[in-house]
C-alpha cells in the first residue's frame, strides 16, 4: 500500500504541472490494483462502474449540406465540417436529420431547437417550457449516490444558459470558468476517495444539525401557499435535502477509486467571448470535468461551449459568430458564409477535444468515456434561417457498452425527441413514452442500442 | 365539427371575428336590397330589405358582447402598438356602436308602421336606408380600427396617441371578474435579489460584510427582476451557495472587531454555551432576518441549536454562528413570503396583507431592504395598517437617506444594468474599455438620477434632458472631457459642443446596448421602446431572408443606416424595426462602447429620425423629444408599481394605472409623489385573494408559541 500511495503522489504531482500549465492534454495512467479480476469492477466494493450521461452544447448550429454525412451506417465518408472530429470518429455516432416538430408552435428563435431536444416540446412561448430538462430526469434516476446530482459548466463564461432546469424559473446555474468549477469540486468538502485514513469532520455534522433546522418549517410554510409558490418552495426544500445527503457522502468513507486524482487549482485564461479564451478555458473544463467524473463527484453534467445566438467572436472583429451568421454574404464560389462556418469548425474542433478528454481516463478495462454517454447538440441547423429541422446531433461514448459509436442515422425529419428518449433509457430510467404534443415519442432509436 | 362549434362556444374573440362581418358586409347588402325595393317601390321588397337591415343591425349585439368579453384575453396577448390600437378600436365602438341597435330598432318600427298604413312605407324606408349608411359607416370606422389589433401589416400610421384613457375608467366599474384560471396570484414569494441580501447584511452586521459565492442568475419577465423574482426558484447548486455564503457571512459578523457593534450581549464564558445570551442575540437579530417577529417555539429551536454547538466545540461563537446560518439560509429569509389576514371589505382587493408583508413591501420598496426595528416594532404591536401609523412609517422612509438606495436598485432594474456583469468589449477595437469603466459609466447614470430625482427633486422626464452629471478621471477620455479631480467624483455639465445631454447619451446605455465590436441602433431603440416606453417589440420571424442584409464589411455602405435600409424597405422587417432602427440610429454618434463620433467609415452618421411624430436630429434632441413622448411618464409609473408589487398588472387594475399616470402628472413627475401614491394605493395594501393566515399576535410579551 506504502509503494502505491508513493506512486500516486508522484502522478499527483505530475497532473498538477499539466492542469496548472497551459492545460495540455492528460494521460492518465490507471493503477489496476483496485479492479477485480475481471478488471471491471471497484474491488473495494464490488459495485459496478458508474455510468455517466452528459450535454454538449455549441450556438448557431452548422451548414447542412456541409455537415450532414452522404451515407448512413459506419463507413461513412466525413463531410468537410466533420472533419475535426476525425481523429475521434470511432467514439462518436452521429444523428442528422432529426428536428424539433414545431406543429403550428412558432419557432422562437434559438430556444426552440435546444429547449425542444431538451424537454421533449417545442416550447409554446419563450418562458412557457415543458416539463424539467433531459439531463434533470436522468440526474433524477441516477444522481442521488454522488456528492453533485450534476455539474454544469459555461466555457463562455455566462452562468445564465446552461438549458438545464426543473422549470423555466430558475436555469441550473453554470460555473463560468475553471477556477469556480476547480473550487466547487476540488475545494471544501472534497473528501479524496484514495487518501487513505479517513475521520469525518465534526463541523459537517453542525452543519447538518443546522440544515435539519430549516426543514421543520415546511408543512407550516407549504400551508400558506398557493399551487405554484407550492411547488416552488418544494424546489427549495428538495435542494435543502440534495445538501443534506452530499453531507451525509462526506461523513461516510467514500470507496477508493483508481482513476481519482485530484488535480491542483488551474490557472484560469481571461473569460470572455473571445473564441481563442472560450475554447481554452474549454478544455481546462473539460479535464477538471473528467477528473470530478473519476473521483465520482457527480455523474450528470451540462457544458455549454457557445450560448444559443453564440456572441463568440475573433479577436478585433466588429461581429460575432451570430451576427455573421445572419449578415455574412455567403461566398458565391464557396456557397458557405465562410467567417461563420470558422465557429462551426472551430465548435467541433471542441468537441472533439472533450471527447478525447473524457477518453484519455483509464477506467477499468476502458476509460471514462466508455462508461459515459454525452449529448452534443446545438439550437439550429442553418443558423442564418434560424432553422430547427435536421439538428445537428451527436452522441460519445457507450453508456457501458449499451450505445453503438461509430455509426451515422439519419432521422429524415423524425422528432430530436427519439434522442432523449433513448438517452433516458440507456441511463436507467424507466419511461416509455417521452415529450410533449408533436414531439411525443415512444419509439427508442432501436439501430443505436447493442 | 364539434370543434368549431366549441370555438363559437367557448371563445368570445372567435365568436367576435366569425360575426363582426354582419354588420358590415351583411349591413352592406342590406341596404342594396333596400334600396332597389325603393326603385321598385314594392313593399314585400322593403320587408326583405328592412328585415335585412333589422337583423345584420341588430347582429352588432353580438359582436359587441363578444368583443368585450374577448378584451382581457385579446389585451393580455398582444403587445405595444396592439394594445393601442384594441383600446382605440374599442373606444371607437362605443362612442358610434351604438348607432347599429338603433338602426335594427328604426327598422322594426318601419316594418311595423309600413305594414298598417301603407302611406308612410316608402318615407320610413328612405329614413332606414339613410341610417343605415351612417351605422354603415360607423362600422366601418371601428372595424378598421380592429383591424390594426392583430395586423401589422396594415398599419400604415401611426397608433392613436393617448386612446382610451377615459374608456380605462368607464370600463372597470361595471366589470365582470376574469374567469379564475387568468386571475394572477396577488401575493407574491420572491426570491431575495443579491443586492437587498447585500443591503440587509449591511444593516444587521454593519457594512463591508464581504459575500463570497455565487447568486443564483436573476430571472427577468416584464421587464424587470422584480417580477421574476416570483417566479424563480432555487437549485440545488445554488443553495449550495447560499449555504457556504451563510456560514461565511456569519464568520465575519463574529470577528472580535465586528461583533462588539452588533451583538446586544457578551457571554459569561466564550468557551461554552449562555443560554440567556443566545436568546438574546435570537431575538435581536431573528426578527430583522426574518422580516418579522419570531415565534416562542422558533427562538426556542434555534437558542438550542446554537447552545448545542457550542457546548460541543467549546465556544459560544461557533453555537451563534450554526444559528445565523440556519436563518441565513431559512426559505423565509431567502424568499418574500407574502400573507393576508381575515379582514375583508367591498373593493376589487377585498382582503388586506399582513402587518409584516406590508412593512416588507414598503421597506423592499423604498429601501431595497428589510424592515428596521422601528417597522418591525410596528408589526409587533399590530397597527401597522392603521393609517396614521402607516402614515409616519411612509413619511420616515422617504425621507431616510436609504430611500436613495430603493431608487438606485429601481432604476437599476428598469435599465437592466444587472448586464453590466456580462458585458465585455472586443479588446482591440475598444482598447479603452475596461471593468472600471464600465463600473464607473454604470455609477455616472445612477449618480444622475439620484441627484436629479432626489436632491434637485427634478422631474422624471427632464433626465432624458438634464446636461448635470458626474465624472471620474477613468471616464473622461470616454467623454473627451477634462475632469480635475484625481479620485472619486466630480459634478460637471455636458457642454453643448460635447454632443451629449440626458442620460440616454451616456455612455452606459449605449455601451450595454451593442455588440461586442460595434454599435447596434436595433438593441438601443428596442431598449428604449420596452424598458423606457413599455412596449413590446415582437422578436424577428424566423425564416426571415437574411440575404437582404446589408453586410458590416461591404465597401458602399459605410454606416449603420445604410446597412439597415433593408429594414425599413422590406415589408417584413419594417413592421417591427420602424419601432426600433429609426430611434437608435439617433445614438449612432455614440460608439460600440458610448465615445462620441462623427463619422463611420469615413462617411458622416445622419441622427436624425423622429420619435412617434416628433422629430429630432441628433442624441441631444432626440432627449427632447423623448420627454415630450406620452408614453414615458406612464411607462415609468406601471413599471413601479409593477416592481412594488412584485408582479405584471391585470387587466382590472388599468383604471388604476391611468390615475396613477395622472397623479405623476399632477405631481411634476417627481419620484417621491409616485411612490407616495403608490404605497396609498390599494393594490400594494390589500389583494384580491389571500391565503388569510389568523392574524398572529406577537404582542404578547413573548410572541405565539
Known amino acids: 500500500m506504502s509503494q502505491f500511495i508513493t506512486r500516486r503522489k508522484l502522478l499527483e504531482r505530475t497532473l498538477r504541472g499539466s492542469i496548472a500549465g497551459a492545460g495540455i492534454s492528460l494521460a492518465l495512467p490507471y493503477l489496476d490494483v483496485f479492479l477485480n479480476t475481471n478488471g471491471d469492477a471497484l474491488a473495494a466494493t464490488g459495485a459496478p462502474l ?30 468537410p465540417e466533420l472533419l475535426p472530429i476525425e481523429r475521434v470518429r470511432q467514439h462518436i455516432s452521429v444523428l442528422s436529420g432529426f428536428s424539433v416538430l414545431l406543429a403550428g408552435e412558432t419557432n422562437h428563435v434559438h430556444r426552440t431547437g435546444v429547449f425542444g431536444t431538451m424537454t421533449g416540446g417545442a416550447p409554446i412561448t419563450t418562458t412557457e417550457i415543458d416539463g424539467p430538462t433531459l439531463d434533470v430526469l436522468i440526474a433524477d434516476t441516477i444522481g442521488d449516490a454522488t456528492r453533485f446530482r450534476s455539474l454544469e459548466m459555461a466555457a463562455h463564461g455566462l ?82 435535502r440534495q445538501l443534506e445527503k452530499q453531507l451525509d457522502l462526506q461523513l461516510s468513507e467514500p470507496p477508493p477509486l483508481e482513476a481519482c486524482l485530484p488535480p491542483a487549482a488551474p490557472d484560469s485564461p481571461p473569460i470572455s467571448q473571445d473564441i481563442e479564451h472560450v475554447a481554452a478555458n474549454h478544455d481546462l473544463m473539460a479535464q477538471l470535468l473528467a477528473l470530478a467524473l473519476a473521483c465520482d463527484q457527480t455523474r450528470v453534467f451540462n457544458l455549454v461551449f457557445s450560448a444559443g445566438a453564440s456572441r463568440l467572436h475573433k479577436s ?9 451568421t445572419h449578415e455574412e454574404a455567403k461566398d458565391a464560389a464557396l456557397g458557405y458564409q465562410p467567417q461563420a462556418t470558422e465557429f462551426v469548425l472551430r465548435s ?9 478528454v473524457l477518453g484519455s481516463v483509464r477506467e477499468g478495462d476502458g476509460t471514462l468515456l466508455d462508461n459515459s454517454v454525452v449529448l452534443c447538440h446545438s439550437e439550429t441547423s442553418d443558423a442564418n434561417s434560424h432553422s430547427v429541422t435536421g439538428l445537428p446531433i451527436m452522441l460519445a461514448g457507450t453508456a457501458g457498452g449499451r450505445i453503438k459509436n461509430g455509426l451515422h442515422i439519419r432521422g429524415s425529419g423524425e422528432s430530436t425527441a427519439r434522442v432523449g428518449l433513448t438517452l433516458q433509457q440507456v441511463m436507467g430510467r424507466k419511461v416509455a413514452r417521452w415529450g410533449y404534443r408533436a414531439n411525443e415519442t415512444a419509439r427508442p432509436l432501436s439501430e443505436l442500442l447493442t | 365539427m364539434s370543434e368549431l362549434w366549441f370555438e363559437i362556444a367557448e371563445n368570445p374573440a372567435y365568436r367576435h371575428v366569425l360575426l363582426n362581418h354582419l354588420p358590415i358586409t351583411g349591413l352592406a347588402i342590406a341596404a342594396c336590397a333596400l334600396a332597389w325595393a325603393m326603385v321598385e317601390n314594392r313593399w314585400r321588397s322593403m320587408i326583405l330589405g328592412l328585415s335585412l337591415c333589422l337583423v345584420t343591425s341588430a347582429s352588432a349585439v353580438l359582436v359587441m358582447q363578444s368583443g368585450d368579453a374577448a378584451y382581457p384575453f385579446i389585451f393580455d396577448q398582444i403587445g405595444g402598438t396592439g394594445q393601442t390600437w384594441l383600446d382605440h378600436h374599442v373606444e371607437l365602438a362605443e362612442r358610434w356602436g351604438r348607432l347599429l341597435p338603433a338602426n335594427a330598432v328604426l327598422a322594426a318600427i318601419a316594418l311595423a308602421t309600413g305594414s298598417r298604413y301603407a302611406s308612410c312605407r316608402r318615407r320610413m324606408s328612405g329614413l332606414v336606408l339613410i341610417t343605415t349608411a351612417f351605422s354603415l359607416a360607423a362600422a366601418g370606422v371601428i372595424a378598421q380600427a380592429g383591424g390594426h389589433i392583430r395586423h401589422p401589416e396594415f398599419r400604415t400610421a401611426h397608433a392613436p396617441a393617448g386612446a382610451g384613457t377615459e374608456r380605462g375608467s368607464d370600463r372597470s366599474a361595471g366589470l365582470t371578474p376574469l374567469p379564475a384560471k387568468s386571475q394572477p396570484a396577488t401575493l407574491a414569494m420572491r426570491r431575495l435579489t443579491k ?30 427582476i422584480a417580477v421574476g423574482s416570483a417566479q424563480a426558484t432555487i437549485t440545488a447548486s445554488g443553495f449550495e451557495q447560499y449555504e457556504g455564503m451563510a456560514s461565511e457571512v456569519a464568520r465575519q459578523a463574529l470577528l472580535p472587531e465586528r461583533r462588539k457593534d452588533w451583538l446586544p450581549c457578551i457571554p459569561s464564558n466564550a468557551e461554552a454555551a449562555d443560554p440567556a445570551c443566545s436568546k438574546a442575540i435570537l431575538e435581536e437579530v431573528g426578527p430583522l432576518l426574518l422580516r418579522r417577529p419570531l415565534r416562542k417555539s422558533e427562538i426556542r429551536a434555534r437558542a438550542a441549536l446554537a447552545d448545542q454547538a457550542a457546548t460541543e466545540f467549546g465556544n459560544f461563537y461557533t453555537g451563534i454562528a450554526s444559528t445565523l446560518s440556519s436563518l441565513l439560509v431559512a426559505p423565509e429569509f431567502l424568499f418574500r413570503l407574502e400573507s393576508t389576514v381575515p379582514e375583508t ?18 421597506s423592499f420598496l423604498l429601501w431595497n431592504s428589510g424592515p428596521d426595528n422601528e417597522l418591525l416594532e410596528a408589526v409587533r404591536r399590530g397597527d401597522l395598517h392603521e393609517q396614521g401609523v402607516y402614515a409616519k412609517q411612509v413619511d420616515r422612509l422617504l425621507s431616510s437617506p436609504r430611500f436613495e438606495q430603493g431608487i438606485r436598485a429601481l432604476f437599476e432594474d428598469i435599465f437592466q444594468f444587472d448586464e453590466f456583469e456580462n458585458l465585455s468589449k472586443d479588446p482591440i477595437r475598444y482598447p479603452m474599455f475596461s471593468a472600471r469603466v464600465a463600473a464607473d459609466a454604470r455609477e455616472q447614470t445612477l449618480r444622475t438620477v439620484v441627484d436629479h430625482l432626489l436632491s434637485r427633486e427634478g422631474s422624471y422626464l427632464e433626465l432624458f434632458t438634464t446636461p448635470h452629471t458626474f465624472m471620474t478621471r477613468i471616464l473622461g477620455p470616454v467623454y473627451a472631457l477634462p475632469v480635475r479631480t484625481e479620485n472619486g467624483w466630480e459634478e460637471l455639465k455636458f457642454p453643448p459642443s460635447s454632443g451629449r445631454g440626458g442620460i440616454l447619451s451616456h455612455a452606459s446605455f449605449n455601451m450595454l446596448n451593442a455588440h461586442s465590436g460595434r454599435s447596434s441602433p436595433t438593441l438601443r431603440g428596442l431598449f428604449v421602446r420596452e424598458a423606457l416606453l413599455c412596449q413590446h417589440v415582437p422578436p424577428a420571424p424566423a425564416d426571415v431572408d437574411f440575404g437582404l442584409f446589408n453586410a458590416d464589411d461591404s465597401p458602399e455602405h459605410k454606416t449603420a443606416r445604410n446597412r439597415l435600409e433593408v429594414h425599413a ?39 436624425s429620425g423622429d420619435l412617434d411624430g416628433k422629430t429630432f436630429r441628433d442624441p441631444a434632441s432626440l432627449g427632447i423629444a423623448m420627454a415630450k413622448n406620452d408614453r ?11 416592481y412594488a408589487i412584485g408582479r405584471t398588472t391585470t387587466f382590472s387594475e388599468r383604471a388604476f394605472l391611468r390615475r396613477l399616470e395622472d397623479a405623476f402628472d399632477q405631481g411634476g413627475h417627481r419620484i417621491t409623489h409616485l411612490m407616495r401614491e403608490i404605497v396609498n394605493a390599494d393594490g400594494f395594501q390589500r389583494a384580491t385573494a389571500g391565503n388569510s393566515m389568523p392574524a398572529e399576535d406577537w404582542a404578547l410579551r413573548e410572541g405565539p408559541s
Request: proline share 7%; charged share 25%.
Open chain 2, 569 to 607: 424597405s422590406n415589408a417584413t422587417c419594417r413592421n417591427c424595426h420602424t419601432l426600433t432602427d429609426p430611434l437608435g440610429l439617433g445614438l449612432e454618434p455614440f460608439d460600440g462602447m458610448g465615445r462620441f463620433r462623427r463619422t463611420e467609415n469615413d462617411a458622416p452618421i445622419d441622427a
Open chain 1, 50 to 79: 458508474p455510468r455517466r450521461f452528459g450535454t454538449w452544447f455549441f450556438g448557431c448550429g452548422m451548414n447542412p449540406d456541409r455537415w450532414n454525412p452522404a451515407t448512413e451506417g459506419t463507413d461513412f465518408k466525413l463531410p
Open chain 2, 345 to 362: 371589505a367591498q373593493t376589487i382587493y377585498p382582503v388586506r396583507l399582513s402587518d409584516a408583508t406590508l412593512a416588507s413591501r414598503l
Open chain 2, 632 to 642: 414615458v411618464a406612464g411607462c415609468l409609473a406601471e413599471r413601479t408599481y409593477q
Open chain 1, 348 to 356: 467541433m474542433n471542441s468537441w472533439a477535444r472533450f471527447v478525447e
Open chain 1, 159 to 240: 452562468s445564465k444558459d446552461t438549458y438545464s432546469q426543473r422549470n423555466a424559473g430558475a436555469p441550473n446555474p453554470a460555473e463560468p470558468s475553471p477556477l469556480a468549477l476547480y473550487q466547487r469540486v476540488f475545494g471544501t468538502g472534497f473528501t479524496d476517495p484514495n487518501a487513505g485514513e479517513f475521520t469525518p469532520d465534526p463541523r459537517t455534522m453542525l452543519r447538518k444539525s443546522v440544515l435539519s433546522v430549516v426543514a421543520e418549517d415546511r408543512a407550516r410554510l407549504e400551508s400558506q401557499l398557493g399551487q405554484a409558490d407550492r411547488a416552488r418552495l418544494d424546489e427549495y426544500f428538495t435542494a435543502l
Open chain 2, 195 to 224: 443586492a437587498q441580501y447585500r443591503n440587509v447584511m449591511s444593516d444587521v452586521f454593519g457594512p463591508g460584510i464581504e459575500l463570497a459565492g455565487r447568486f443564483e442568475p436573476e430571472n427577468r419577465r416584464n421587464g424587470l
Open chain 1, 316 to 324: 478585433g472583429s466588429s461581429d460575432t459568430h451570430h451576427t455573421l
